[in-house]
């Protein structure tokens, strides 16, 4: 029986030998916990979402409403490691919000 070149092109022996468990564990951000779909805030207090990501290396995140990228200048607004919080809630902060994790290996939108 002869072994198909393809297959050892795939898996030389120094490939192999180079990966290390710490290694094999690295990839993109996924799901750490469940997304609650939608949320209800009072007018006037403060609200966080939650962005339940996790990835190794640890993903930097980044947050839109309604497509528009949330950035410092939105001065209610605060993106934390895994969330974002919203001080003295007003009616036009109705929305949809979406966290958007990145790291070397990839992305994930929640």
Not at 51 to 64: H, I, S
């Amino acid at each position: 029986m002869t072994r198909s070149p393809a297959l050892l092109l795939l898996l030389p022996p120094l490939l192999l030998g180079a990966l290390t468990p710490a290694d094999a564990a690295r990839g993109p951000p996924r799901m750490a916990d469940k997304v609650v779909p939608w949320q209800v805030a009072r007018l006037g207090r403060t609200v966080r979402l939650q962005c339940p990501v996790e990835g190794d290396p640890p993903p930097l995140t980044m947050w839109t409403k309604d497509g528009r990228t949330i950035h410092s200048g939105w001065s209610r607004f605060r993106v934390l490691p895994q969330g974002l919080k919203v001080k003295e809630v007003e009616a036009e902060d109705a929305g949809v919000y979406v966290c958007k994790a990145t790291n070397g290996f990839g992305s994930l939108s929640v």
